[in-house]
């Protein structure tokens, strides 16, 4: 049997965390956009952990402004379709990817210097529960609750 | 279809949040982008570009050696010329930390048109590494028993001085006298009087004359210059600079070489002007620990950071300088201090004023040095309006009491925690306002100096400028008026320490004034505890 309180208390609850996540992707993202100094080398290049050298390659010169242009995009992608509840499977599985990397960049192992963090992390941090968060709005897609897909949804339901 | 209001809210809701973000991260940048340029446009800095020599071209030039020891080698590698012990070293290195560059960055180096022919050394090791390592089937390096012979063979056009201090100014004045161009480590001079004989043979000389002060191509400093000249800082009143070493190697206790003996080191040369002692390896290898042939902090490592500061400034040399220190923590019979500080005044000097004109003059030059402490502590210049920190980076912060930025601070477009200016040669953007950050990014070391993309030292482009000078016959950075102020500072220092007391220069006459019963030199070779000497009126 369907309880359709807690089916409603839940689909609000995602819906906030999307549109939350949304939110900041999105004015990370602009933020870049209009920031035409802002440039990911230290990030990447202060890089550690097993993937290092992978993240040392992406700084060289003839790389590194793709690799700009590509983050900043990824992320203004995810925010658009987090916060308009559209496409939000893909938005999810981009932003579980960048997520991913962003982690991987700087994993917080007990072994690694912290570098540059503004809390104390053991295994986890925020990058991980942010990312576990984009797991569940893949797997609980709102959209068609608060959204655009509200919309598509609708479409074949002849009134 | 109908769309109800409902329809609507739920379908389209996420427009107004979208909308609300985006405006707000826009507006937000745009503002302070609008704050930072406004800045910028104030201080109308200039970062400095990498250096431009006219090429090196036509017929190689025919250098000499003299000193293949630690900074010998060094030297030659800058010239194009690495042992083969140092390449395989650096191989293995690098096979273990793949970050060790020192082997890929020499390979890079662009080369120089010389031709390294000679080498003149005391110690046989030395000579025969550098003959057997730098040797060609079309060019055989030759080994020079004595300076005098590799000057006078007519084989030789340039000669790179890299030996203990108390031969710098006698090879250097003997090359000059012969019209051979002259490279020669820092200090430029052991004693005072050379120091004038050797200003007089540069000056009368057809050659280049370069002292060894590297750091003068870094583009840091340059920019530096640009700022305290824009009048970034206002007046600086204090200058804060120093050495921090706690180890072997920075006390100058280097390693003594297992063929060391009076067979193989030319015993009588290497004393030349020195108190005749008996053959002694820890004097041979660790001189620098001695007044007999170098002259410890003041002539070593203070050299450096004045100079930095002088090819910034562009102070000359001080009205007086006191210096204190002792020999604290390494009690290994050496007769220079190990700890040593050393305030150097100039009342007259100015970097400008952003108040009433004449309201700021003077500044005192402080330099701070240990060796039984590492802890980093940078180069701070203190002005009226800001405060620089002037190593490989540089960052500039306001002052909160500044005049200049009263307004900017008022509006808080400024705060003194965060750097209004900051010049890192690595970053991809040349003249960016950072945060503390980036600043932290930098300061980590992340940022390497980059010229069209390749890491280059600063020696390479000292030494390139010297080549460079000789054929085109140019300027070289660190010629006989730094090296002459360089010098004398460095051996006001000393006599300072020495004599416990306030050595003051004698701007028109060009002399340090006089005490009475005081040989400036034989104190300054002198070993043994510092004299207190009493000061007497006339001498204030």
């Known amino acids: 049997m369907v309880d359709s309180i807690k089916d ?25 956009l209009f920031n035409p100094e802002w440039t990911s080398f230290g990030y990447l290049a202060s890089a550690q952990g097993p993937l290092k050298p992978f993240f040392s390659l992406l700084i060289s010169p003839s790389v590194i402004g793709w690799v700009d242009v590509l983050n900043m995009a990824a992320l203004i992608i995810v925010g658009v379709a987090f916060t308009l509840g559209v496409f939000e499977k893909k938005g999810a599985i981009v932003a579980i990817g960048l997520l991913a990397l962003y ?10 210097d912290q570098l540059n963090t503004e809390g104390n992390y053991w295994f986890v941090n925020k990058n991980l ?8 709005i893949y797997n609980f897609p709102t959209g068609h609750y608060f959204g655009l897909n509200y919309f598509i949804k609708r479409k074949p339901i002849k009134t | 279809m109908k769309w109800s209001r409902r329809d609507l809210l739920k379908g389209l809701g996420g427009l107004p949040i979208l909308g609300a973000v985006w405006w707000a991260g826009a507006a937000n940048t745009v503002y302070n982008r609008r704050g930072r340029s406004e800045i910028l446009q104030q201080l109308n800095i200039s970062p400095s570009l990498p250096p431009m020599v006219p090429n090196i071209g036509g017929e ?20 194009g010329f690495a042992t083969k012990e140092w390449m395989e ?44 390592s730098f040797s060609t089937p079309e060019n055989k390096v030759k080994r020079y028993d004595t300076y005098q012979e590799m000057i006078h ?3 030789v056009e340039a000669v790179v001085i890299a030996t203990p201090d108390h031969w710098h100014a006698p090879i250097s004045i003997e090359a000059l006298n012969n019209n051979i161009h002259v490279y020669v480590e820092k200090p430029m001079t052991h004693t005072v009087d050379e120091t004038y004989s050797l200003r007089t043979a540069a000056e009368q000389s057809k050659a ?19 700022i305290v000249e824009k009048g970034t800082l206002g007046h600086v009143s204090l200058i804060q600079t120093n050495t921090n070493r706690n180890d072997d190697n920075g006390a100058w206790n280097y390693d003594i070489h297992s063929k060391a003996n009076p067979d193989t080191i030319d015993w009588e040369q290497f004393l030349g002007s020195a108190p005749k002692i008996p053959f002694n390896k820890n004097h041979f290898f660790r001189w620098r620990k001695w007044w007999a042939y170098g002259s410890g902090l003041s002539g070593d490592l203070l050299t450096h950071d004045y100079d930095r500061l002088n090819c910034v400034l562009n102070m000359g040399i001080p009205h007086s300088v006191s210096a204190s220190g002792g020999i604290y923590t390494h009690n290994d019979g050496r007769d220079v201090p190990d700890v040593l500080q050393v305030n150097m005044e100039f009342p007259e000097f100015s970097t400008g004023s952003s108040q009433a004109q004449g309201k700021e003059k003077g500044m005192t030059f402080c330099y701070s040095a240990t060796l039984g402490n590492a802890f980093s502590r940078p180069t701070i210049l203190m002005g009226h309006d800001a405060t620089m920190e002037l190593g490989n980076t540089l960052t500039v912060w306001p002052d909160m009491a500044s005049t200049r930025y009263a307004e900017m601070l008022e509006a808080e477009k400024m705060l003194p925690h965060i750097p209004i200016y900051q010049y890192n040669p690595g970053a991809n953007v040349p003249d960016a306002i950072s945060s503390a950050t980036s600043q932290y990014f930098a300061d980590k070391g992340l940022m390497w100096t980059y010229i069209n993309g390749e890491r280059v030292d600063s020696t390479f482009l000292h030494m390139r400028e010297w080549l460079s000078a000789i054929k085109n016959d140019g300027n070289v950075s660190c010629g006989i008026k730094e090296g002459f102020e360089e010098a004398i500072a460095a051996h006001m220092a000393g006599l300072s320490w020495k004599l416990g007391r306030k050595i003051a220069w004698d701007a028109e006459k060009e002399v340090i004034k006089p005490i009475a019963g005081v040989d400036f030199d034989e104190v300054l070779l002198s070993s043994g505890e510092p004299e207190i000497l009493p000061v007497t009126t006339e001498q204030l």
């Open chain 1, 8 to 32: 409603r208390n839940v689909n609000i609850s995602i819906v906030l965390l999307r549109v939350f996540i949304g939110w900041h992707f999105l004015y990370e993202g602009v933020i870049k």
């Open chain 1, 103 to 112: 982690y991987l960049a700087h994993p917080p192992f007990p072994w690694l």
């Open chain 1, 129 to 136: 529960i942010e990312l576990i968060a984009c797991i569940l």
């Open chain 2, 60 to 79: 190689p030039i025919k250098v000499g050696i003299i000193g293949f020891g630690i900074r010998g080698e060094q030297l030659c590698r800058s010239l």
């Open chain 2, 89 to 132: 070293e650096m191989k293995a290195e690098a096979e273990i930390d793949p970050k060790n560059k020192a082997l890929e960055d020499f390979l890079n180096q662009d080369k120089l048109n010389v031709k390294l022919v000679g080498v003149c050394d005391v110690f046989d090791v030395n000579a025969e590494r550098a003959i057997r």
């Open chain 2, 153 to 155: 063979s007519g084989e």
């Open chain 2, 208 to 226: 280049i004359f370069a002292v060894g002060h590297q750091h003068r191509q870094t583009l840091s400093f340059k920019t530096a210059k640009d």
